[in-house]
């Protein structure tokens, strides 16, 4: 089994272009959340959302490119050309098939979508390229194409977990020995009048702030943007002389099985488990989690007894915060975003804050870090994503000596 190295990381969100915006961002505690405007909408009742601002993709996407490129794939080709220059790989080490390029996002190119159907139902002429722009692997092929790439390539698609499923099935086909890395991580660009509405009639949005854990949380807010990160095997990184960032050493993914909405505490648990098996740590050795922290009381309260399923007394000690304050609920890019934030605080060893809490909700005993980031001497973090439908993943980053 080959070890697997996490060598280049890439982000746009909220908070702005570059990896760095995002730690600098997550590291204070300076929220992206903020008010946004729906074209078109018609009776929307939430108008907070993390966007992507002041992004023009003409700057930095050719105009051929553009035509079958929706804004969540646009995230995602800014986001891997960062990844990539970071992991200071050539062109001609991408080439190939021993290169793969799996990316998740819950609803691919929902914008493309969105204006098409308002577009048809107002006898409107709308995008020749609405097919290739909307597809939920369009992201994924746009990099294929960009960089030459002829192994794995596509999508994979479950809710808020898709993106840290992706990394995770990545990470297993290095380990396999089928590829030598791996362009991965999530995109999501979600939005549009029509999809804020129909998580409106979900009842699980904020008017005002998302307020993981706390007494008093109404909701999460939606965000959008890319994180893609560059995996590879150990033999290749030495191969060519490269650096590792971190280790990514465990995946865990399982299914409740039980409802489309309601979160289950045992599946979350088996997730977190399977993660810890497979990284072959207990769990004293985690010394930071991500939370998948929505905001929202039923996924809250569930995420908190799970954990203290799996940790016992130890969750007293190890610090947790949730990121979506700061970028908001970038659903199907939430798990790429999350782990890269997880990625910076391990190599920082500075945990960062837990905004917006007004206390910390009883039903929810968390050791959560308030407010202001926190130096903390830890070797592997765990960040976890719980999606609609249950699905579960959690994956485990350790630190790179």
């Given at each position: 089994m080959h070890r697997v190295a996490v060598t280049g990381m890439g982000a746009i969100s909220a908070t702005g272009i570059g990896i760095d915006a995002l730690w600098e961002a997550a590291r204070t505690g300076s929220s992206g959340v903020g008010p946004i405007?729906?074209?078109?909408?018609?009776?929307?009742r939430i108008h907070i959302g993390a966007a992507v601002s002041s992004f023009d993709p003409a700057v930095h996407i050719d105009e051929a490119s553009l035509r079958t490129c929706d804004r969540h794939a646009q995230f995602a080709v800014v986001a891997a050309r960062e990844a990539i220059a970071a992991a200071g790989l050539?062109?001609?080490?991408?080439?190939?098939?021993?290169?793969a390029v799996i990316l998740g996002t819950g609803a691919g190119g929902i914008g493309t979508l969105d204006d098409g159907c308002r577009a048809y139902y107002s006898g409107e002429r709308f995008d020749t390229f609405a097919v290739p722009r909307g597809m939920?692997?369009?992201?994924?092929?746009?990099?294929?194409?960009?960089?030459?790439i002829t192994g794995p390539t596509f999508a994979v698609t479950s809710a808020c977990a898709s993106a840290s499923q992706a990394i995770g099935i990545a990470a297993q086909l290095i380990r396999s020995g089928l590829i030598d890395r791996a362009i991965t991580g999530g995109a999501e660009a979600c939005l549009t009048p029509a999809t804020m509405r129909t998580w409106e009639y979900l009842?699980?949005?904020?008017?005002d702030a998302c307020r993981p854990f706390s007494v008093g949380r109404s909701g999460m807010v939606i965000g959008e943007g890319a994180g893609i990160c560059i995996l590879e095997s150990e033999d290749a990184l030495l191969a060519r002389g490269g650096r590792a960032q971190a280790w990514l050493s465990g995946f865990g993914t399982s299914s409740d099985a039980r409802d489309m909405v309601q979160p289950d505490v045992d599946g979350a648990a088996s997730a977190v488990s399977a993660a810890l098996t497979d990284a072959g740590l207990t769990p004293e050795a985690i010394g930071y989690i991500n939370a998948h922290g929505t905001g929202?009381?039923?996924?809250?309260?569930?995420?908190?007894?799970?954990?203290r399923a799996v940790f016992s007394d130890s969750l007293d000690t190890i610090p947790l915060s949730s990121s979506k304050p700061i970028i908001g609920h970038t659903l199907g890019a939430s798990g790429a975003l999350?782990?890269?934030?997880?990625?910076?605080?391990?190599?920082?060893?500075?945990?960062?804050?837990?905004?917006?809490?007004?206390?910390?909700?009883?039903?929810?005993?968390?050791?959560?870090q308030l407010d202001e980031p926190a130096g903390h001497s830890f070797d592997a973090a765990l960040s976890n994503s719980f999606a609609f439908g249950g699905i579960n993943a959690a994956l485990i980053v350790g630190r790179a000596n």
């Amino acid at each position: 089994m080959h070890r697997v190295a996490v060598t280049g990381m890439g982000a746009i969100s909220a908070t702005g272009i570059g990896i760095d915006a995002l730690w600098e961002a997550a590291r204070t505690g300076s929220s992206g959340v903020g008010p946004i405007v729906l074209e078109h909408a018609r009776g929307n009742r939430i108008h907070i959302g993390a966007a992507v601002s002041s992004f023009d993709p003409a700057v930095h996407i050719d105009e051929a490119s553009l035509r079958t490129c929706d804004r969540h794939a646009q995230f995602a080709v800014v986001a891997a050309r960062e990844a990539i220059a970071a992991a200071g790989l050539a062109p001609s080490q991408l080439l190939g098939n021993r290169t793969a390029v799996i990316l998740g996002t819950g609803a691919g190119g929902i914008g493309t979508l969105d204006d098409g159907c308002r577009a048809y139902y107002s006898g409107e002429r709308f995008d020749t390229f609405a097919v290739p722009r909307g597809m939920a692997s369009s992201a994924s092929c746009h990099l294929s194409i960009a960089h030459g790439i002829t192994g794995p390539t596509f999508a994979v698609t479950s809710a808020c977990a898709s993106a840290s499923q992706a990394i995770g099935i990545a990470a297993q086909l290095i380990r396999s020995g089928l590829i030598d890395r791996a362009i991965t991580g999530g995109a999501e660009a979600c939005l549009t009048p029509a999809t804020m509405r129909t998580w409106e009639y979900l009842r699980v949005l904020t008017a005002d702030a998302c307020r993981p854990f706390s007494v008093g949380r109404s909701g999460m807010v939606i965000g959008e943007g890319a994180g893609i990160c560059i995996l590879e095997s150990e033999d290749a990184l030495l191969a060519r002389g490269g650096r590792a960032q971190a280790w990514l050493s465990g995946f865990g993914t399982s299914s409740d099985a039980r409802d489309m909405v309601q979160p289950d505490v045992d599946g979350a648990a088996s997730a977190v488990s399977a993660a810890l098996t497979d990284a072959g740590l207990t769990p004293e050795a985690i010394g930071y989690i991500n939370a998948h922290g929505t905001g929202t009381v039923a996924n809250d309260i569930n995420e908190a007894l799970a954990l203290r399923a799996v940790f016992s007394d130890s969750l007293d000690t190890i610090p947790l915060s949730s990121s979506k304050p700061i970028i908001g609920h970038t659903l199907g890019a939430s798990g790429a975003l999350e782990l890269l934030i997880t990625i910076r605080a391990l190599q920082e060893q500075t945990i960062p804050p837990q905004i917006n809490c007004r206390g910390i909700d009883p039903k929810c005993a968390l050791n959560i870090q308030l407010d202001e980031p926190a130096g903390h001497s830890f070797d592997a973090a765990l960040s976890n994503s719980f999606a609609f439908g249950g699905i579960n993943a959690a994956l485990i980053v350790g630190r790179a000596n």
